[in-house]
């Protein structure tokens, strides 16, 4: 985190992490945030690649599976939430669920390669957020 005269107050600090958990949502929620990406060509196959997963074996998911369209975009609303309540209490909670998403999408990644830049573009995010 900075310091000085250019650290965030904990009231930018939450806006912008629930800008990025907000934003994340949109682009996981259907084809039109692939294109707001600007994966314009991945939104064709959106419906296909987000209809099932098998489950992440690390995680609770693993034993039903789970529809990623309705899965990611609702973990990502929750965290947006969290960040708009929250404080340094509630952001070491936020960690816990920030880790469980990158060990999901490590899975996604291998199960469903083709979404590689979407994938990598939710992580690089997801480490901004952490960074707030």
């Given at each position: ?7 965030l107050t ?61 899965c990611l ?36 990644e291998q ?22």
């Open positions: 985190m900075s310091e000085g005269r250019f650290a904990e009231t930018e600090r939450r806006r912008r992490r629930e800008r990025i958990f907000r934003w994340l949502a949109a682009l996981h929620s259907g084809p039109l945030g692939m294109a707001m990406a600007g994966y314009p060509e991945l939104a064709r196959a959106y419906d296909e690649v987000y209809a099932r997963c098998p489950g992440c074996p690390a995680l609770a998911c693993r034993v039903s599976g789970g529809v990623p369209r309705v975009p609702r973990r990502l609303e929750a965290l947006a939430e969290s960040a708009r309540r929250g404080g340094p209490g509630r952001r070491r909670r936020e960690e816990a669920w920030i880790a469980e998403l990158m060990e999901c999408l490590a899975f996604l199960e469903k390669p083709e979404f590689a830049p979407i994938w990598r573009l939710t992580r690089e995010k997801l480490a901004e957020a952490r960074r707030l």
